[in-house]
């Protein structure tokens, strides 16, 4: 069963400005991550926030956590053409023994 | 030097066909992954494999079988193939912790199309 819910589904924003996107999920988790492919790529990983964590910056990236509702989002500041992308969350369950879970994704686009 | 490495990038066979897809990893990663990408870009977890356990993912047709010839590698092999195995798979790896899985490397895919 899918564990995470990505939205926006789809979000177009201009050149410069800040992206948000958020994720819900439904059990208690490990760790939450999320991931960037770009079209017809492979993912790349972004930023690892763990259970006892609750916000984790690495450049122009911000990733909250917030475990009492069960979200997370992602903000990317002063966003670039380059950012184009979908984006997706998933969710470490047990211990990384099984597997990710993913989200369906953001697909973001940036107008330059 | 490529992180995770897939081939083939491309596979396009017949329907019954039997394929297989590599995959090798040099991190050093103690655990391997496939995924399967749908064309609405959904992404499912097939397997995950280290050396003392292989997960399988309930709703994975037996048709698919994973196989680890070492550490570096789990291969991917799919028999009797059906017009639905169409679709992205890709490998991945990472290390496993106290705390947890670590960052997945993504191998790039593997593109089948089954006609």
């Known amino acids: 069963s899918q564990q995470g819910e990505e939205d926006p589904q789809a979000l177009s924003i201009q050149e410069g400005e800040n992206a948000t996107m958020n994720c819900s999920y439904k059990t208690s988790i490990n760790n939450l991550q999320w991931y960037r492919q770009n079209s017809g790529r492979g993912l790349v990983h972004l930023i690892l926030?763990?259970?006892?964590?609750r916000e984790k910056h690495s450049g122009r990236l911000r990733v909250t956590l917030d475990t009492s509702k069960k979200s997370s989002s992602l903000l990317i500041t002063a966003s670039r053409a380059a950012d184009t992308a979908s984006y997706f969350c998933a969710t470490d369950i047990r211990g990384g023994a099984d597997g990710l879970t993913f989200g369906k994704g953001t697909h973001l686009i940036i107008q330059p | 030097d490529t992180a995770v490495s897939q081939t083939p990038k491309y596979l396009v066979t017949q329907m019954g066909n039997d394929k297989s897809i590599k995959c090798e990893q040099n991190?050093?990663?103690?655990?391997m992954y496939w995924y399967k990408q749908d064309s609405k870009k959904f992404l499912k977890i097939m397997f995950s494999y280290n050396n003392k356990e292989l997960i399988i993912n309930e709703t994975v047709p037996n048709r698919f079988s994973p196989k680890s010839p070492d550490k570096a590698h789990l291969n991917l092999h799919i028999n009797s193939l059906e017009l639905g195995d169409s679709a992205v798979y890709f490998c991945?790896?990472?290390?496993?912790?106290?705390?947890?899985?670590?960052?997945?490397?993504f191998g790039p895919g593997t593109r089948l199309l089954v006609l």
């Open positions: 991945a790896s990472s290390r496993l912790t106290s705390g947890g899985a670590e960052t997945q490397y």
């Open positions: 926030i763990r259970s006892n964590e």
């Open positions: 991190l050093g990663h103690d655990t």
